[in-house]
C-alpha cells in the first residue's frame, strides 16, 4: 500500500457510507476510487483486511446491530432497511456474520462493533505501520492497585468477539463509578493476564489510590513494577486495538532489543477531544538480561 492509495481507499470508504442502504455496485466503489474492480479489489483487501463485499456486510450488521440494541424497530424492519426480504433471510445472516442472532442481541442489550467506518487517520496509522513500523514511548512503572472484575476467556480467537461485549457490559452498568477511590476517572484498563493455558482472564477496572473500599462482585489486582513499551493507537478502536497488539507480537517483539516480561499486558481508554483512545502497555526486559 502506498499513501495514494489511502486517498483512493478514503474516497471508496466515504461512498460506501453514503449508500450503506442501497445495493451497491462494486464496480461504482472502484471507480469512486480511480482504479478498475479488479485492480481496487486488491489494493483495499490488502489494506483493510476484508473484501469489498465482506467489509459492506460487516459494516451493516454493525449498524443493523445498534438498531436491535437502541431502538425498538421490528426485527423484520431492520432486516429490509439492511437489503433482506424477510426476518428468516436476515437472522441468518446476521447471525453467520455477528455470531449471534437479532432476537440475542436484543434481548441481551450487548452488541459489539464487528466493523466500523475506516478514517483517514486509521488509514495512515496502517500505512505508517506497514512502512516504518511503530516507536514505542519507554516508561518505569511502580507497584500499584486496581479494583474491578476478572473475566475468564478463551484464546482461540473468541476473545476478540467476547471482550468488547465485556466493555459494553462494564459501560452500561456504570460499573466505574461504583469505584470511589479510582486514581483516574477519565481513563479505564484492560488488563490481559498472562497464563500459559488455552484461556487467561481478562479484567476490567481502574487504578486506585486505595484498597479499603471495594465494591460487591469486584476485587484487586496487583501491578507489579515494570519497564513497559508504550503504543498509541488510532482510528476504529476495536481494530485498532488488535492490529497494533498483532504488530507488537508478531514484529516489534522479534526485532526489539527487549522481551516480554511475561506479566500481564495493560489497555488503557481514555477520550481525547471526544474520541476514544487507547495506549498499550507491554511489560519488557531487555533480551541482554540472563
Known amino acids: 500500500m502506498n499513501i495514494s492509495y489511502v486517498y483512493s481507499l478514503e474516497k471508496a470508504i466515504n461512498y460506501i457510507e453514503s449508500h450503506l442502504y442501497d ?3 462494486l464496480s461504482s466503489i472502484a471507480k469512486e476510487a480511480g482504479y478498475s ?5 486488491r489494493i483495499f483487501k490488502s489494506a483493510v483486511g476484508d473484501s469489498l463485499k465482506d467489509y459492506i456486510r460487516k459494516r451493516r450488521m454493525t449498524e443493523a446491530a445498534k438498531e436491535l440494541v437502541y431502538t425498538d424497530l421490528p426485527i423484520v424492519d431492520i432486516g429490509i432497511k439492511y437489503g433482506y426480504e424477510s426476518r428468516d433471510a436476515f437472522s441468518r445472516a446476521f447471525q453467520k456474520v455477528y455470531g449471534r442472532n437479532p432476537s440475542e442481541v436484543r434481548n441481551s442489550k450487548l452488541l459489539y462493533f464487528i466493523r466500523e467506518p475506516m478514517s483517514s ?3 495512515l496509522y496502517k500505512y505508517k505501520l506497514m512502512k516504518e513500523g511503530l516507536t514505542p514511548l519507554y516508561r518505569k512503572l511502580p507497584e500499584r492497585y486496581v479494583v474491578g472484575k476478572k473475566t475468564k476467556v478463551k484464546a482461540d480467537g473468541s476473545n476478540l468477539q467476547d471482550i468488547p461485549l465485556l466493555w459494553h457490559k462494564w459501560n452500561s452498568e456504570k460499573e466505574g463509578e461504583k469505584i470511589i477511590e479510582r486514581k483516574y476517572a477519565d481513563e479505564c484498563m484492560g488488563i490481559c ?3 500459559d493455558e488455552d484461556d487467561f ?12 473500599d471495594v465494591p460487591d462482585k469486584m476485587e484487586i489486582y496487583r501491578l507489579e513494577s515494570s519497564l513497559y513499551a508504550i503504543f498509541r493507537t488510532l482510528g476504529p478502536i476495536t481494530e485498532s486495538v488488535q492490529k497494533t497488539w498483532d504488530y507488537i507480537y508478531s514484529v ?6 527487549y522481551e516480554h516480561a511475561g ?3 495493560i489497555e488503557y481508554y481514555y477520550f481525547n477531544q471526544g474520541e476514544l483512545n487507547a495506549d498499550l502497555y507491554v511489560p519488557i526486559v531487555s533480551k541482554n538480561i540472563k
Do not use: R
Open 263 to 265: 506479566i500481564h499486558d
Open 23 to 25: 445495493d451497491i455496485n
Open 252 to 257: 516489534w517483539l522479534m526485532e526489539s532489543e
Open 37 to 41: 474492480l479488479y485492480h481496487f479489489h
Open 121 to 123: 487517520d486509521y488509514l
Open 201 to 212: 482472564e481478562y479484567m476490567i477496572g481502574h487504578e486506585v489510590n486505595s484498597t479499603n
Open 193 to 195: 493476564i498472562f497464563s
